[in-house]
């Protein structure tokens, strides 16, 4: 199968969604001159016109709320939020407004947009730039979320972000931009709200997304070394989340770690500790453990930084500990 | 906007440029302190801009190089008790203010005797013992923040100022126009001081915005609004003194544009797809706010060259200690990541 980054997987979904429904733009900053701050717009704007990839002033509110509005009128708004951290500025808009316009209005209308949101660690950006914040947007009813941690469903979650009639908010890690991937020819969709098993194992459930997901992976070779055979879970999307999936998976291991980038405190990770001990304690044989962030502001410093980072090393340890 | 001005202009005596200028009501240690404020914000600048590069500086980077007859020049009316809030492209003010060239350098580097024990770098720079309240990742957070240091002087019953400054596209944020508005239904003494340097990262001012002058807009919320050339230090200098006396009177807010050119890269690796070098060269050789200074006063006969190159030749070497200052830092223990998330 061809592999491509998921910088580029992302610019095809945008291209063929942009194709096959003239109701979908996009708007955002620094998107269209110079292609994104991530590449990740890259040639749209020769191909559909700086009317359908906008740039827009340093608004953030204004883009979001525009989008609501476009969007409850009959467009398909993408307004990319150029990092995940600047949606504290427009936080009104996305759960007082986007998130509850089709509940609160009786279901009159839909609100079908996708906020694209580039989060995660990257080259010590520091406090304010380097943020996972995902976790807030799952407390909040009528939003859906997606986080793909590979290129192809990078792709298939943006297209089926942007067919969806609710509003969706898109995590694209920024360390994964430039990873490549196999990514199918045609039609790419994957299904929000399903998770994937992402390697098979009998020995104990590691549930992980996003850029954490390839450390999971990395951490279940270091065990399959030591004779512990963990199944990974790519969760894809965390709003609404797939509790089958976990729940399967975890009947059969007996054992749960949740692992991700952003801080454990309030983190996706007790979610899925709650759903697990409310719907599935009997199938434990052993504690269930997270590995997240601890509760700081990410630093800046090149040895707090890394003291901060989640690692393949750190995860395998809080499997060791299960045994 | 972008104001043109020849180097040069040799055919006025000495005694005209003066007397044109206004210099002589400048006291020689001011016109030295305009100078060494900028050289020393140039040559810092050019120093990060290197290690960076060089590959010693991480993070994301912002210069201020062009630009630094704005923070010279209205800091220059500042007292150490008075605020200053500023942005990502924050070393210059911060220079201007006072702070201490080695502790900002050892912040870039990311090391234990930064102004933040390293844990902020190049966009998180604050020195709250001289009342600068620091630079800031997110465009537009620091308006209201500002406001609300005018806010506690005004309560305090001190006559200190709270000078924010912002770029072109932070006008655009919504902070900007909720700040401007409390600030001058209130009277509180804030000067808002815009660096418009024709950019907001890759998109050119008139595209993004709906009025010629950001100063425009200071009518919409009953205070002055007042245009200088940014690259004349003793246009911002003079004009910035009139507000910010206003503001110490009590007589409320007001709001500076200084017109720039914004001469390097949004941040120091910017592949700059959306500008041609025609352009930048073209504002660069007729525009730069040092070479500018250096004109007036060597025509005026205030200064000789050779007066001038003594400053700048101190002024590096002070951006030199800095840099051997940072580079044999230390760096933080790991212990430091948990320590301060609480009072
Ligand atoms: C709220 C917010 N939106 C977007 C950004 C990304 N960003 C950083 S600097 C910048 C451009 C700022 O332009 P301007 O205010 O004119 O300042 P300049 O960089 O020109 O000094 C942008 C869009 C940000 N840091 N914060
Ligand atoms: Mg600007």
Known sequence: MREITFSQATLEAMDEEMTRDERVFVMGEDIARQGGIFGQFKGLPDKFGKDRVKDTPISETAIVGAAIGAALTGMRPVADMHFADFMGVCMDEIFNQMAKIHYMFGGQRSVPMVLRAPDGLINQAAAQHSQSIEAWFMHIPGLKVVIPSNPADAKGLLKSAIRDDSPVIYFEHKALFNTRGAVPDGEVLSPIGKAKVAREGSDVTLVSYSHCMGLSLKAADILAGEDVSVECIDLRTISPIDKETILASVAKTTRLVIAHEAVKQGGVGAEISAIVAEEGIDFLDAPIVRVGAPFTPVPFARPLEQAYRVTPEKIAEAIRGLF | ?343
Not at chain 2, 132 to 140: D, E, I, K, T, Y
Not at chain 2, 197 to 202: D, G, L, R
Not at chain 2, 257 to 265: A, I, L, P, S
């Open chain 2, 1 to 343: 906007m972008i104001i043109f001005r020849k180097r040069g202009g040799g055919s006025l005596s000495a005694k005209k440029v003066k007397e044109k200028k206004g210099l002589n009501k400048y006291p020689r240690t001011l016109l030295e302190q305009f100078y060494r404020t900028m050289l020393t914000i140039r040559s810092f600048d050019k120093k990060v801009e290197e290690k960076f590069l060089a590959g010693e500086i991480p993070g994301f980077v912002h210069l201020y190089i062009g630009e630094e007859a704005i923070a010279a020049g209205v800091i220059s009316n500042l007292s150490r008790e008075d605020y200053i809030q500023s942005t990502h492209r924050g070393h210059g003010h911060t220079i201007a203010k006072g702070a201490d060239l080695k502790r900002m350098m050892a912040e870039i580097f990311g090391k234990k005797e930064g102004y933040c024990k390293g844990k902020g770098g190049s966009m998180h720079i604050a020195d709250l013992s001289i009342g600068m309240l620091g630079a800031n990742g997110v465009v537009g957070g620091g308006f209201n923040i500002a406001t609300g240091a005018a806010l506690a002087t005004k309560m305090q019953g001190k006559n200190n100022v709270s000078v924010v400054f912002f770029g072109d596209g932070a006008s655009n944020r919504g902070t900007f126009h909720e700040a401007a508005n409390m600030a001058a239904v209130w009277d509180l003494p804030v000067l808002f001081v815009c660096e418009n340097n024709q950019y907001a990262s890759t998109t050119p001012y008139m595209t993004t915005t709906s009025v010629e002058n950001i100063a425009d807009r200071a009518a919409g919320y009953g205070m002055p609004g007042v245009i200088v050339d940014g690259n004349d230090i003793f246009a911002v200098y003079e004009e910035s003194q009139k507000l910010i006396d206003r503001a110490r009177r009590g007589e409320g807010p007001s709001l500076l544009e200084c017109k720039t050119y914004r001469v390097k890269g949004h941040y120091v690796g910017d592949p700059e797809r959306y500008r041609t070098k025609e352009e930048v060269d073209k504002v660069c050789e007729s525009n730069d706010p040092i070479d500018r200074f250096e004109c007036t006063v060597l025509d005026g006969k205030l200064f000789s060259r050779e007066e001038l190159d003594a400053i700048k030749a101190s002024a590096g070497k002070e951006v030199e200690k800095a840099l051997e200052f940072a580079r044999n830092a230390e760096e933080p223990e790991i212990s430091e990541l948990f320590a301060g998330v609480y009072a």
